[in-house]
């Protein structure tokens, strides 16, 4: 595989649940993000993650909680979410935040709260 | 307070001409600017770039233009083609930041 890979692609989940998604990147970058896209909103970045270090949170709730174990995986933990917070979760990953250059996005994990 | 805007949600083309997507910013720090394309059920992928050195960079059909001092940038596609069609989105950086602010999007359309 190559790229940036994103699991499940879609999701239905009622407000109690507790679900994972999942995200691979197989380009040996450095720095991971979540993303969220919400219908008629621009893409909204929730986190970072730079060598597996989480440096930036743009005041996220804590229903949702990352988790990055290596520079490759990335998981964002769901819990007791809101109907509002049905959008497109997507995945990014970059070779270095520090230095601008090109995202390269999964395909996105369709999230929907019932 | 949106940096980033695409005030045009959507934009209609005839096929073999000219398509002009525009984006404007408010943050003077952006020093780095990137066009990207979506299709449905895909995630966005990456276009071309520019950095704020520069006021043109061009790539095929693709040409991107910043003008700094109207803290605008657009993107021209010459010719037009149906399979262009698409959602397009700027995205704005500042050097050293982590941060990509991506604009709310413009629906292109290439008519055959």
């Known amino acids: 595989e190559t790229g940036v890979t994103q699991t499940p692609r879609h999701l239905v989940m009622g407000m109690t649940n507790k679900k994972s998604l999942k995200c691979e990147q197989h380009?040996?970058?450095?720095?991971m993000y979540w993303y969220k896209q919400s219908a008629k909103k621009p893409l909204e970045l929730m986190f970072v993650?730079?060598?597996?270090?989480?440096?930036e949170n743009n005041s996220v709730p804590s229903r949702f909680s990352p988790e990055c174990p290596n520079s490759s995986h990335l998981f964002l933990h769901l819990h007791t979410l809101q109907p509002e917070d049905s959008a497109l979760y997507l995945c990014?990953?970059?070779?270095?935040?520090?230095?601008?250059?090109?995202?390269?996005f999964g395909e996105g994990s369709r999230l929907t709260v019932l | 307070d949106q940096q980033v805007k695409q005030n045009s949600p959507s934009l209609s083309v005839q096929e073999g001409r000219i398509s002009i997507l525009n984006c404007d910013y408010t943050?003077?720090?952006?020093?780095?600017f990137l066009w990207y394309k979506k299709y449905p059920a895909e995630g966005p992928t990456f276009l071309i770039s520019?950095?704020?050195?520069?006021d043109k960079n061009e790539d095929g059909r693709f040409t991107v233009f910043l003008n700094k001092s109207a803290k605008h940038l657009s993107l021209h596609i010459v010719p037009s083609q149906p399979g262009d069609s698409a959602v397009y989105f700027c995205?704005?950086?500042?050097?050293?930041?982590?941060?990509?602010?991506f604009g709310t999007g413009t629906r292109l359309k290439v008519l055959a």
């Open positions: 990014a990953s970059s070779q270095d935040p520090r230095v601008p250059g090109e995202l390269f």
């Open positions: 380009l040996g970058h450095n720095a």
């Open positions: 993650y730079n060598f597996k270090e989480q440096t």
């Open positions: 943050n003077s720090m952006f020093d780095y």
């Open positions: 520019i950095s704020s050195i520069k």
């Open positions: 995205a704005a950086s500042a050097l050293g930041t982590y941060k990509y602010i």
